[in-house]
Nanobody, 126 residues
Framework: QVQLVESGGGLVQAGGSLKLACAASGRTFGAKRMAWFRQAPGKEREFVATIPWSGSITYYTDSVKGRFTISRDNTKNTLYLLMNSLKPEDTAVYYC???????????????????WGQGTQVTVSS
């Protein structure tokens, strides 16, 4: 089992920045792939970014490319999402997720992630 706890959400003005963190505990060595997803009000949860255990590569959904950066510090068992140039449409509950499986890269299907955090709210005002 892997337990995930997100933090760092909040209210920010458009154009501002936030850095989310996701602390992993338990079988952390099992977190082969980790990712961020988000769910806006009235919408389905969607993929944002993903990173493998090595952290050597990353993959983003088009709407956040060039603005968001996913990273991980395995010494601290923590996943990060640095969000710059935030827009009102980035408003959502952000979730981190992990899978113990080596799926084909990139893994963007939320059904392939077994472990989820409780989410952290990000609100971007215009």
């Amino acid at each position: 089992q892997v337990q995930l706890v997100e933090s760092g959400g909040g209210l920010v003005q458009a154009g501002g920045s936030l850095k989310l963190a996701c602390a992993a505990s338990g079988r952390t060595f099992g977190a082969k792939r980790m990712a961020w997803f988000r769910q806006a009000p009235g919408k389905e949860r969607e993929f944002v970014a993903t990173i493998p255990w090595s952290g050597s590569i990353t993959y983003y959904t088009d709407s956040v490319k060039g603005r968001f950066t996913i990273s991980r510090d395995n010494t601290k068992n923590t996943l990060y999402l640095l969000m710059n140039s935030l827009k009102p449409e980035d408003t959502a509950v952000y979730y981190c997720a992990a899978t113990e499986n080596y799926y084909s890269w990139p893994t963007t299907d939320q059904r392939k992630f077994e472990y989820w955090g409780q989410g952290t709210q990000v609100t971007v005002s215009s």
